[in-house]
Structure formats: C-alpha cells, structure tokens
C-alpha cells in the first residue's frame, strides 16, 4: 500500500538567474486531499507550509531535487501474521490493527516509509512468544487461540508499544482466522447442516399439517365441508347435494335392517313356539306310559298355558289317556297325584312315604 509516502518525484534543475528562475507548475505533481508535499533541498527534507497556496517562486520549490506527496490524515492499517498450530499441515493467521498518523512528513519522507505495514510486520515478527498461544491448540479451537492472542498482543503494545519514525502508531485488536482449506471446510459443514434443518424444518411442517388435517377430518364430513366452503374450495351446492345422498342411503340402510331385525325376530319366535309345543307332546307321550299320572289334567294345564297351541299332536297320546282316567290305585297304597296327596278313592297317594315299600 502507499502509504504514508504517496509518491516520489524527482525534480529538475531550474536554469536562470535569480530573479527570474521559476518551476513550472506542471513539473511538480497535484497534491491529493489530506497530503502535503516535502521537498529534498541538499540533503534536508523542508514541508510547504499546509494551506499556503502553492508558489512555483519559492526557494524551497526552486532549489529542491525531487518531492514527496505524504498522507498526513489517520489510517487503520491490517498487518498479518501466521502462527503454528499442533498440525505441521495447518496454520492459524493473526490479524493485528493499527491506527497511524503521520506526525512529521519530513522525517517520513526522509525514512521513505511508502508502506508502512513492512515496519509494523517486523514489529508482530518481533514478539518470539506469541506463536506459543498458538502452537498447543489445533485449528478447530480456534476461538481459545483467539482470546490467548488478544491478551498477548494488549500486554505486548503495553510493553513495547509500536514505533515508525515521524508517526504515531498504535495498536487497536488482534483478530485470528484460519486457514483457507479449514475455513472451506467449516462453510461446507455449515452448509450442509442448514441445508439438514431446512429439511428437518420442513418435515415438521408438513407433521403438523397431516397432524391438523386428521384432527379435521376426525370431526366429521360435515366439519371437513364447512372448512372446505369457508376456504371457497368446495363448492355448497355439491356438498348439498352429497349431504341428500347419503342421508338418502341412510334411510334406505335402516329400514332394510330395520325389517331384518323384524323377520329375524319372527323366525325366533315361531322356532321358539314349535320347540315348546314339541317339547310339551315329548313330555306328555312319555307321561301317557305313567299310571300315577292324571293325564286329562295336566292335559288341560298345557292347554291354559299354551293357549290351546298344543291341542295338535296329542292324538297319538289320546289312547294313554284312557290308560290313566280313573288312576286306579294299587292294593293296599294309594296313587300319587300332581298336587299332593289325596285319599284312596281320587287314585292318588297321600304321603310320599307310601311309595316305599
């Protein structure tokens, strides 16, 4: 960089006599905002006076062998310097800044400082310990290398504080980067993992839209059309439409099970009453074969609780009834009926004794 010395010319020799020797304007170069020129008389480095309007006549613009242009205005100057890791393959790079002003430009000019990073290199070259911070970590604790070379380069510039003849200087931070190939590799890592939660992020978005749309749909049909006409994406008069239909179908749907039920009720029913009246004639052939029994009576008992639906089938039991009409006791013992005991002459026991011998 040029700075703080802009440019350097070398001036030719002006002929004539005293009172009538003059540069011409053009052989000394403009001046750009914020520098001054210092001319070289013999062997002095003379600063025109800022701010005086330039004089081609003037001893110092006659008698001068070249010109310098210096920048007098403040400047932040970045000057870099590597530092070691653990990896002989990688290599950390400190930054430190500084603010500089030139102070005498004709000390500067004399120094010919045209880039003043080459004195403030040396000076970051100078500190032998500061690769120490550096040389025990490895390029991914580079956040610890930075805190330990900040504090080093604060008790450094305390210490030996920076120094560039006819300038002030002094030091401001110190910043540390990785190296190119590290730093490429972190900003593809990075990428990659935002590129991840960006699918991550997406995934959960259409969860909890499948989430938000099971939760409608578990509301009903009528909750799903109503949201669907709200969002103007359903239009009301197919909904109506589909809402006739399937009530339509509803109706059809019950009534036909309605009239299952009704004939399935039927058939148990009329399977029920034969299964009964079957199981009175069962019972009542068994009971004709039986002489303690009067028949016509417990015949007449069916009949009222039956309601007379057991009067057919009882014709293959008519002759047992004769068999048992009188219930005509054995000697000595009288018969036993179905209500008790009764005397001798009804043909039935009086004691349940009596029937064993």
């Known amino acids: 960089m040029n700075y703080p010395v802009i440019?350097?010319?070398?001036?030719?020799?002006?002929?004539?006599?005293?009172?009538?020797?003059?540069?011409?304007?053009?052989?000394?170069?403009?001046?750009?905002?914020?520098?001054?020129?210092?001319?070289?008389?013999?062997?002095?480095?003379?600063?025109?006076?800022?701010?005086?309007?330039?004089?081609?006549?003037?001893?110092?613009?006659?008698?001068?062998?070249?010109v310098s242009l210096v920048d007098?205005?403040?400047?932040?100057?970045?000057?870099?310097?590597?530092?070691?890791?653990?990896?002989?393959?990688?290599?950390?790079?400190?930054?430190?800044?500084?603010?500089?002003?030139?102070?005498?430009?004709?000390?500067?000019?004399?120094?010919?400082?045209?880039?003043?990073?080459v004195p403030l290199r040396a000076y970051l070259l100078g500190d032998s310990d500061l690769p120490r911070v550096s040389a025990?970590?490895?390029?991914?604790?580079?956040?610890?290398?930075?805190?330990?070379?900040?504090?080093?380069?604060?008790?450094y510039s305390a210490i030996v504080p920076p120094r560039v003849a006819g300038m002030s200087v002094e030091f401001v931070s110190a910043e540390v980067y990785a190296s190119d190939d590290l730093r490429d590799w972190e900003q593809k890592l990075r990428d990659e993992r935002r590129s991840w939660e960006l699918r991550k992020g997406q995934r959960d978005f259409e969860t909890q839209d499948a989430r938000r749309i099971a939760e409608l749909l578990s509301q009903g049909s009528d909750h799903v059309d109503a949201f669907g006409i709200a969002r103007e994406e359903i239009d009301?008069?197919?909904?109506?439409?589909?809402?006739?239909?399937?009530?339509?179908?509803?109706?059809?749907?019950?009534?036909?099970?309605?009239?299952?039920?009704?004939?399935?009720?039927?058939?148990?029913?009329?399977?029920?009453?034969?299964?009964?009246?079957?199981?009175?004639?069962?019972?009542?052939?068994?009971?004709?074969?039986?002489e303690y029994v009067d028949y016509h009576q417990v015949l007449e008992q069916v009949l009222r609780e039956t309601g007379g639906q057991a009067a057919r089938g009882v014709g293959g039991v008519s002759g047992a009834a004769r068999m048992v009409e009188s219930g005509q006791a054995r000697s000595g013992r009288p018969a036993a009926g179905r209500e008790g005991a009764r005397d001798p002459q009804g043909g039935f026991v009086k004691d349940e004794d009596d029937l064993v011998d």
């Open 72 to 117: 007098t205005r403040a400047r932040l100057v970045d000057v870099e310097r590597p530092l070691p890791s653990v990896s002989e393959a990688d290599n950390f790079t400190m930054r430190a800044s500084f603010t500089c002003q030139v102070t005498d430009p004709a000390v500067v000019a004399r120094q010919g400082i045209i880039d003043v990073t």
């Open 7 to 66: 440019a350097e010319h070398i001036l030719a020799t002006v002929q004539g006599t005293w009172w009538s020797r003059r540069r011409r304007r053009e052989d000394v170069p403009p001046l750009p905002p914020g520098a001054v020129h210092v001319f070289r008389v013999g062997g002095n480095y003379r600063t025109f006076p800022e701010g005086m309007v330039f004089d081609p006549s003037h001893p110092d613009v006659l008698d001068a062998s070249s």
């Open 136 to 155: 025990g970590h490895r390029v991914e604790e580079i956040n610890a290398v930075r805190t330990e070379a900040g504090h080093r380069m604060t008790a």
């Open 236 to 290: 009301v008069t197919e909904v109506a439409a589909r809402v006739h239909r399937s009530t339509e179908q509803e109706s059809a749907r019950r009534y036909q099970a309605e009239t299952e039920d009704r004939a399935h009720a039927r058939s148990m029913e009329t399977a029920g009453a034969e299964m009964h009246r079957e199981t009175v004639l069962t019972l009542l052939r068994q009971m004709a074969g039986s």
